[in-house]
């Protein structure tokens, strides 16, 4: 695909008319010469929604070799300053110029940033409680799953059956949980509270063998049952009510989600999640 004329001509006006010299926000050390304190204020207003408190809530690539935003501040200052000026290319990002910030407020952030930790914040288990092979990198699998003849009510079929979820629950509770009646019923144990270690996932159980996932997530797997999972029930009610405060929901919405998801959760990421249940909704945003 090319740029129709009118994208040119708006290249040639950036080129022309907006770049800076991002050099001249940083010191001879490449780090910035901005004032951190009035960075964390600003990131505080804006950033946090999305990036989280330490700027490792969103990674920008795979879980094994992970970029937060304390790998770009210290690592190349000048994509930092570019991505907080104009925004990053395929995500709902508030750009600088939009929040009428000055250089030398962009400077500020990336002096602030420069602190943050380069560790992730959880494990990337969570995600691959559903389809693990899009987190692994792994081919998506055709065949069913070993244990899913082992029960004949779920009629789903290939890789739906290697889906986590499938067999033990949005909830983790399995047939004593959300699917212990329904077209997802399986008849399986759930894991919440489950005491996990690799052995489960790397063929030692030939029937349970979640090997192509590879070392890292098997045990970033393990580290999601143990120490990050947890009982979606104490929100979530058997008849699918919430036990929340919807105002105080709706202020967390538009601050983090507001940028992304318009009218009011309408977008098809989020309608089919509510519409699949409060279970599956709970998990994602978690």
């Known amino acids: 695909m090319y740029m129709e004329?009118?994208?040119?001509?708006?290249?040639?006006?950036?080129?022309?008319?907006?770049?800076?010299?991002?050099?001249?926000?940083?010191?001879?050390?490449?780090n910035s010469a901005g004032d951190a304190m009035n960075g964390e204020e600003?990131?505080?207003?804006?950033c946090t929604n999305c990036h989280g408190p330490?700027?490792?809530?969103?990674?920008?690539?795979?879980p094994d070799d992970p970029e937060f935003l304390g790998h770009l501040a210290a690592g190349n200052p000048w994509e930092f300053v570019h991505k907080v000026r104009y925004g990053q290319p395929g995500w709902p990002m508030p750009s600088a110029i939009a929040n009428e910030w000055s250089d030398q407020d962009v400077a500020d952030?990336?002096?602030?940033?420069?602190?943050?930790?380069?560790?992730a914040v959880e494990s990337s288990g969570g995600q691959l409680y559903d389809k693990w092979w899009v987190v692994a990198g792994a081919d998506?699998?055709?065949e069913d799953q070993a244990l899913w003849a082992t029960q004949d009510n779920n009629t789903r079929s290939g890789?739906?059956?290697?889906?986590?979820?499938?067999?033990?629950?949005?909830?983790?509770?399995?047939?004593?949980g959300a699917y212990s009646s329904g077209s997802h019923m399986t008849g399986f144990a759930g894991v919440l509270g489950t005491t996990a270690d690799v052995s489960m996932f790397d063929g030692s159980n030939a029937d349970h063998d979640f090997s192509a996932m590879g070392d890292f997530y098997m045990e970033a797997m393990v580290t999601f049952m143990n120490e990050e999972m947890s009982d979606i029930g104490d929100y979530v009610n058997d008849d699918k009510t919430v036990n929340g405060d919807p105002s105080f929901g709706a202020d967390l919405f538009e601050g983090t989600f507001g940028t992304g998801l318009t009218g009011g959760g309408s977008d098809s990421g989020a309608r089919d999640a509510t519409c699949g249940g409060r279970w599956p909704?709970?998990?994602i945003i978690r």
């Open 5 to 30: 004329e009118q994208d040119l001509h708006d290249l040639a006006a950036f080129i022309s008319t907006s770049l800076i010299d991002s050099g001249a926000l940083l010191d001879a050390d490449n």
């Open 159 to 176: 890789k739906d059956t290697w889906r986590c979820k499938e067999c033990h629950g949005w909830d983790y509770q399995g047939v004593d």
């Open 281 to 283: 909704l709970a998990r």
């Open 109 to 119: 952030i990336l002096a602030y940033a420069e602190s943050f930790p380069t560790e």
């Open 42 to 46: 600003l990131y505080g207003n804006v």
């Open 140 to 142: 998506e699998p055709t």
């Open 54 to 62: 330490e700027g490792n809530a969103i990674n920008f690539h795979p």
